[in-house]
C-alpha cells in the first residue's frame, strides 16, 4: 500500500487509524516517522515519505514519534492472511527466530538461501531479515524500560542485543532518547494498578477496531483445558510455553485494547509471548475489510451488522492445538476438555501460579509419544490416530508453526490415518492461521446455513461460500453464532 502516494496522503491527512500497521509515514523536514493516525497536525504532503515497516523508516535514518509512538501500531494484517515465503517469514520474525537462531536459520526453516529472504524482505518490506529483528528488539527495549525497574543491563540481553552498547546506541537512534531518559519520560501507573516486577509486564495489546470479544474469548473460556487454561476474575489466563523457559497470561477484553498481564521465567520471551499472544487473539486482523467482504451475501450481512469485528480464535502452540482437535473428534466440547485434562495431569509440566489455578504446561509432542495407546479412552481407531499424529510431530515429520506452507501441511495432515477435512480445515483455521479455513461439514454450520436460508448440504455450501473468500474462517465465526452455545458468549 505503501506506494500508491495519493491513498496514503489521504490516510493520514484523515488521521485513520484503520492503517496503523500497514504503512508508516516519515516526515522529511522533522526526521520523524509516525503512524498514520498520529494526531499532530499532518504535514505538507511533499514532505511526506511512505515505508512499508518501522526497519524501513529507521534504516533511512528516521526515528521514531514520541507522540504517536509508531512502534506500538497493530502489526499488518498481510502477515496474517498469506501464505508466501515474504509472510512466513515475519511470521518466524516476531516469533524470535532470527534472534535465537539468526538469518541462517531463518533460511534453513523455509527452505530457502539467505540471499533470496534476503532479497525478498528487502523488495516489499524495505529492510532485510536483520533490520526487521532489530525494530523488534527496540520496541521490546522500550517495553521493558517504561514498565520494569530492571537495570538497564538486564533490559539490553533481555530485549535480545548482544552488548549494552548495541542497546545504547539503538535506542538513542530509533528514539531519538538515551534508555534513562525514555524511563524517566514515561508515564506514572495509575494508582491500584497491578505492579510490574522483574518477572511480570503488565501492558496492551492494541488492535484495529471493531473488536467483538463474545466468540472470541467465549470460545477460548468454553473449550479451557483444566490446569493449562481458565476464565477468572474477567481474564482468560493460561500457561505458555516458550523458548527459554514458561510464562503465564492473563487476557482481558477492554474498550480499545486488551490488558495483558504476563508473568515469565525469563525475559528472553518477551516478545515472542507478546507475538503468541496476538496471534491466539488475532489482532492484527482488518475487520473492516472482512465484514464488508462478508456484508456482500444478503444473508450473511444480518449477522455482520449485529456484532461485527468478530475474530477467530487462535492458539498459542499449534501442535497442542491438533492434539486437541484429534481429542475432540466426534465428541462434546466436555468430553474433549476431559480427555486433555487427563493428560495434562499425567504428562505436562509442573508450573506455579500464585495467582491463580494454572497447574501446568500442556504436554509436548515427544511427552506424549510415550503414552501407552491402551491408557488412553477412547476409541482404538483415534488411539492410532492420536499416537500417528503425535509421533510425527515429535519426529518432526510434520511441522506446524507460524513458517507451516498451508497447502502443504494440509496435504501432509490429510495423509494421516483418521483426519477427514473437518479435523485438517479445524486446524488449518484456528492453528495455522488460515483466514480462508471452511466448515462445509461441521454441524452447526449445517443447522445456521438451514437456519438461514443458506445451502445446508456441504458441495453447495462451499459453492455458495466462494463469494466470501479470502474470508471464510470468518464466515464460520458468524454462522456459529446463531447458536447458544456457550463459545459464543462472553464468560461472566
Keep these: 500500500m505503501h506506494i500508491d502516494t495519493e491513498r496514503c496522503v489521504r490516510a493520514v491527512q484523515s488521521k485513520d487509524a484503520r492503517f496503523d500497521g500497514w504503512f508508516f ?41 514520541k507522540r504517536c509512538r509508531p512502534d506500538t501500531s497493530p502489526g499488518s494484517p498481510e502477515w496474517n492472511q498469506r501464505a508466501d515465503l515474504v509472510a512466513r517469514a515475519m511470521r518466524l520474525i516476531a ?33 532485510g531479515p536483520l ?14 524500560i517504561e514498565t520494569t525497574p530492571l537495570p538497564m543491563a538486564d533490559i539490553a540481553f533481555a530485549a535480545g542485543f548482544a552488548s549494552i552498547r548495541t542497546f545504547n546506541d539503538t535506542v538513542r537512534e530509533v528514539f531519538a532518547l538515551a534508555p534513562t531518559d525514555l524511563r524517566a519520560r514515561a508515564p506514572r501507573s495509575k494508582p491500584g494498578a497491578p505492579a510490574n516486577t522483574a518477572g511480570a509486564l503488565t501492558l496492551r495489546l492494541p488492535f484495529r477496531a471493531p473488536l467483538n470479544p463474545d466468540n472470541l474469548f467465549g470460545h477460548l473460556a468454553a473449550t479451557a483445558v ?44 518477551l516478545t515472542v509471548a507478546i507475538s503468541r499472544c496476538r496471534r491466539m487473539l488475532d489482532l492484527d486482523a482488518d475487520p473492516v475489510a472482512i465484514d ?25 502452540d499449534e501442535a497442542e492445538f491438533a492434539v486437541r482437535a484429534v481429542l475432540g473428534q466426534q465428541v462434546s466440547t466436555a468430553a474433549a476438555r476431559t480427555h486433555a ?37 477412547m476409541p482404538r481407531t483415534r488411539r492410532t490416530t492420536f499416537t500417528t499424529l503425535v509421533r510425527q510431530l515429535a519426529d518432526g515429520e510434520v511441522r506446524l508453526g507460524p513458517d507451516s506452507d498451508w497447502p502443504e501441511t494440509r496435504a501432509r495432515l490429510l495423509a494421516l490415518p483418521g483426519f477427514g477435512p473437518w479435523t485438517v480445515d479445524v486446524i488449518a483455521m484456528r492453528a495455522l492461521g488460515d483466514p480462508d479455513a471452511f466448515l462445509p461439514t461441521d454441524l452447526g454450520i449445517r443447522r445456521a446455513a438451514q437456519e438461514l436460508g443458506l445451502p445446508s448440504t456441504p458441495a453447495a455450501l462451499t459453492a455458495r461460500a466462494a463469494a466470501w473468500r479470502p474470508w471464510r474462517a470468518y464466515a464460520v465465526q458468524y454462522l456459529w453464532a446463531t447458536d447458544s452455545h456457550p463459545i459464543n458468549f462472553l464468560p461472566v
Excluded at 534472534?99 to 523455509?110: C, I, K, S
Design 131 to 144: 533490520a526487521l529483528a532489530r525494530a523488534q528488539r527496540a520496541q521490546a527495549a522500550r517495553l521493558l
Design 226 to 269: 483444566p490446569g493449562v487454561e481458565e476464565w477468572r476474575d474477567g481474564a482468560y489466563r493460561r500457561t505458555l510455553r516458550l523458548p527459554y523457559g514458561h510464562g503465564i497470561v492473563a487476557l482481558t477484553p477492554q474498550p480499545d485494547h486488551i490488558a495483558c498481564r504476563l508473568t515469565l521465567g525469563d525475559l528472553r520471551d
Design 95 to 127: 516469533d524470535g527466530v532470527v534472534d535465537r537462531e539468526g538469518v541462517p536459520g531463518l533460511a534453513d526453516r523455509l527452505g530457502y538461501s539467505t540471499r533470496q529472504i534476503e532479497r525478498q524482505l528487502l523488495a516489499e518490506l524495505g529492510a
Design 25 to 65: 509515514t516519515a516526515v522529511v523536514t522533522t526526521g520523524i516517522y509516525c503512524r498514520p493516525s498520529c494526531p499532530v497536525v499532518p504535514p505538507k504532503p511533499e514532505n511526506m515519505r511512505f515505508y512499508p515497516s518501522a526497519a524501513a523508516c529507521q534504516q533511512a535514518g528516521f526515528r521514531a514519534c
Design 292 to 316: 464488508d467482504q462478508l456484508r456482500t451475501d444478503p444473508l450473511l450481512a444480518p449477522l455482520v451488522d449485529k456484532a461485527p469485528g468478530r475474530r477467530v480464535p487462535r492458539t498459542v
Design 341 to 377: 485434562a487427563r493428560l495434562v495431569t499425567a504428562h505436562g509440566e509442573r508450573v506455579d501460579d500464585p495467582e491463580g489455578g494454572l497447574t501446568h504446561l500442556f504436554p509436548a509432542p515427544e511427552a506424549l509419544a510415550s503414552v501407552a495407546p491402551e491408557s488412553l479412552a
